[in-house]
């Protein structure tokens, strides 16, 4: 690449390696979620151990499904191994659905937070330059940070 010069550079990079590179940073950012949330459970209160070990192994199990192809194409998973992470991530679901209020409630998650701004006033969002914000800081004193 260093020979092509910035051009060659920038086209390499926009161009050829756009789609290796997002997924190399999304990886790397599931990495660092993984491993964050692996020392959280290291210290978590023993009570809440169980619940996070669920959410965390969901998270994990969401994470193969979404790449399942390239898991399988890679040789990491067999294809008889698809059923198996599909049910192991049902499962999970089933056993947490029941508490997901819960659990949104325990990381302080508000209605204003769980809800798109197209599920609300799509019209109003769009009204104003927002900068891509769901709430103006404004809002989100009144209706976050006081809660």
């Given amino acids: 690449m ?25 990886s790397y950012g599931e990495e660092i979620m993984a491993d964050r949330f ?3 459970l290291e210290t978590c209160d023993k009570d809440l151990k169980p619940i996070l070990t669920k959410v965390f192994n969901l ?3 969401s994470i193969i499904e979404k790449n399942l192809g390239w898991f399988v194409i ?3 998973l067999q294809p008889s191994d ?3 992470i599909k049910a192991h991530s049902a499962e999970l679901c089933a056993q947490l659905g ?5 659990i949104c409630e325990s990381f302080g998650i508000t209605d204003t937070m769980l809800s798109a701004p197209i599920a609300l ?3 109003g ?23």
């Fill in 74 to 76: 890679s040789g990491l």
């Fill in 121 to 123: 006033d799509w019209v």
């Fill in 2 to 26: 260093a020979l092509a010069g910035k051009a060659g550079t920038y086209d390499s990079w926009m161009f050829e390696e756009s789609d290796l590179i997002q997924h190399c940073g999304k």
């Fill in 125 to 147: 969002y769009n009204s104003y330059d927002n900068q891509g914000e769901l709430m103006s800081e404004k809002e989100w004193d009144e209706t976050v940070r006081k809660a």
């Fill in 82 to 84: 698809v059923d198996i």
């Fill in 59 to 61: 998270y994990l199990a």
């Fill in 98 to 102: 029941p508490q997901s209020l819960a």
């Fill in 38 to 40: 692996a020392l959280t």
